[in-house]
């Protein structure tokens, strides 16, 4: 990406989405940690033995915490701008981790890990979105992948770091981790002290000037943006948090916020979670009883899915988003389901070849979700938005992201308790299910840019194709013509009155500038 025509080693667009890029590492640093930390004898004689429901709780606050800020966190992005509200959400992450590393009961320790998800829930999403907005169509893919290349790097880390202090003697085996969180907030509160508000973002609020500015100090290609935004007259209304809200599923709209959170949703009830977060757990079940050894399987685990992650990271934009879903999907599925078969026909022992096959398909699994779903989830959520709505949909599916990761953390090791294989046929199938609902409804976005991939929408899917054999037999008659599409063009889903949009939302038309209302992009 770099250039000999840039002042530093690389595109200063670059150099900050890896500095927003910090709050992924912090999230997968959580993630990567806190099974092992709830694993160590050094935490438990701490904080007392916990029992299997109140160990999901443990580790399930921190998403439960986050949901709610997430859904109005994209209100607040629109109103402020990005930059603005990351900042807050990294220091209360940081406030969390501190009251975490210092707690000598579970009651502090849950309250702790509260605090924190409130604040991943303030910045996490709105992370994606600024990436999205600043980066180039020739790297967007990539760029808006590094958050979770860096999680899946802070799940190696959180990992590793676990591994090398579970010998220290004292409580300090488990709180230095903590330590760690409150450095990496800070930094990434400070980070974004340095940088310039989204381009876009500035744009929609009729700030050109200062756009302009932020595209300089970016290094952004100039004859790009002045194609794809600058010319845009287009401002976004002032709504209250609730108009905001009720706006994304008015009509118009709904499809794409429906498929963003069905996307992010079940991204993260393929079971990633139960693999990340009780790794030790999984790898003692299927023989590794060795508390070292089930940590280094854990840790090598986290090595390899960092691995594929590297030429995910950095082919993302070479491969089609809707092929790395599908096939993924397939992928994950099979490895569920063949590890659900094996614990119910009751072959897994602490002996014998089947207890490989169980350690191996949790591997693939993890390398597969970081070569797919890991990267394409939160990219195809970020950028099948339009301009106005991004932040607040892109926000509310990480809400719902947040209580779908909760439903994991808490019902898996209860899962696991009750049933060895249950759970696995759950995620299985929940992913297989997924697969078909994208194979049918999800269009591809690649090489197009954020201001016409609307367009995209309009491609036939394959139901839409049925739908169109079978009318001449009257299925399907009551169903509106399609409106043509106009090559450039940037249209809704249906044809409907512009307005519509807005009064079925309760949002008062004469607060919606005209553009939006047409939400036309020639």
């Keep these: 990406m770099a250039s000999p025509d840039y002042p530093y080693f690389a595109p200063r667009y670059v150099m900050a989405s890896t500095a927003v890029s910090i709050g992924g590492l912090l999230n997968g640093y959580d993630t990567g940690s806190i099974g092992a930390i709830t694993h160590m004898p050094q935490f438990t004689k701490s904080v007392g033995e916990l029992s299997a429901s109140m160990l999901g709780i443990t580790v399930s606050m921190i998403m439960l915490t986050g949901t709610f800020p997430s859904v109005f966190a994209g209100h607040f992005a629109d109103k402020y701008g990005r930059i603005s509200v990351i900042i807050p959400g990294a220091l209360l992450f940081g406030v969390g981790a501190l009251v975490q590393g210092t707690s000598h009961s579970i009651g502090q320790f849950i309250a702790g890990r509260a605090i924190a998800g409130f604040g991943q829930g303030v910045f996490l999403s709105n992370i994606n979105v600024y990436i999205c907005e600043i980066a180039p169509l020739r790297y967007r893919g990539t760029l808006v992948g590094l958050p979770q290349f860096l999680a899946t790097a802070g799940v190696c880390a959180g990992y590793f770091t676990c591994y090398g202090t579970i010998n220290i003697d004292s409580d300090m085996a488990w709180r230095l981790p903590y330590i760690l969180q409150c450095a990496f907030s800070a930094i990434?509160?400070?980070?974004?002290?340095?940088?310039?508000?989204?381009?876009?973002?500035?744009?929609?609020?009729?700030?050109?000037?200062?756009?302009?500015?932020?595209?300089?100090?970016?290094?952004?290609?100039?004859?790009?943006?002045?194609?794809?935004?600058?010319?845009?007259?287009?401002?976004?209304?002032?709504?209250?948090?609730?108009?905001?809200?009720?706006?994304?599923?008015?009509?118009?709209?709904?499809?794409?916020?429906?498929?963003?959170?069905?996307?992010?949703g079940m991204v993260q009830l393929s079971g990633i979670d139960a693999i990340t977060y009780y790794a030790p757990i999984l790898f003692e079940q299927a023989g590794l009883s060795s508390d070292n050894v089930s940590f280094l399987a854990s840790g090598l685990s986290s090595i390899l899915m960092l691995a594929i992650s590297i030429p995910a990271f950095l082919l993302a934009d070479k491969w089609g988003r809707r092929t790395s879903a599908i096939s993924g999907g397939l992928l994950l599925a099979g490895c569920m389901f063949l590890m659900g078969t094996l614990y119910a026909a009751g072959v897994v022992h602490s002996y014998g070849i089947a207890r490989w096959f169980v350690i191996i398909s949790v591997f693939v699994f993890g390398l597969t979700y970081c070569a797919t779903w890991g990267i394409v989830g939160k990219t195809y959520a970020s950028e099948i938005q339009p301009g106005h709505t991004r932040a607040a949909a892109n926000c509310v599916a990480m809400g719902l992201c947040f209580g779908t990761n909760f439903l994991v953390a808490i019902l898996t090791p209860i899962l696991l308790e009750a049933s060895a294989f249950g759970a696995y046929f759950l995620f299985g199938g929940l992913a297989l299910g997924t697969v078909i609902v994208l194979a049918v409804y999800m269009p591809e976005t690649r090489g197009r840019s954020l201001e016409n991939i609307q367009e995209a929408f309009h491609r036939p899917t394959?139901?839409?194709?049925?739908?169109?054999?079978?009318?001449?037999?009257?299925?399907?008659?009551?169903?509106?013509?399609?409106?043509?599409?106009?090559a450039g063009e940037e249209v809704e889903m249906e044809s409907h009155d512009e307005t519509e949009a807005i009064t079925t939302s309760g949002v008062s038309v004469e607060t919606v500038p005209r553009s939006l209302r047409l939400e036309v992009a020639v």
């Design 188 to 264: 990434l509160a400070w980070a974004c002290l340095l940088l310039p508000d989204s381009p876009r973002w500035l744009m929609l609020k009729g700030r050109q000037a200062e756009a302009r500015r932020a595209l300089e100090r970016l290094d952004f290609n100039m004859v790009e943006a002045e194609r794809d935004f600058l010319t845009s007259t287009e401002q976004t209304p002032s709504l209250s948090p609730w108009q905001s809200f009720m706006l994304l599923f008015g009509r118009g709209y709904r499809a794409r916020t429906i498929l963003a959170l069905f996307i992010l």
């Design 462 to 486: 394959a139901f839409s194709s049925l739908t169109q054999l079978l009318r001449p037999i009257g299925f399907g008659a009551r169903r509106r013509a399609p409106t043509p599409v106009t």
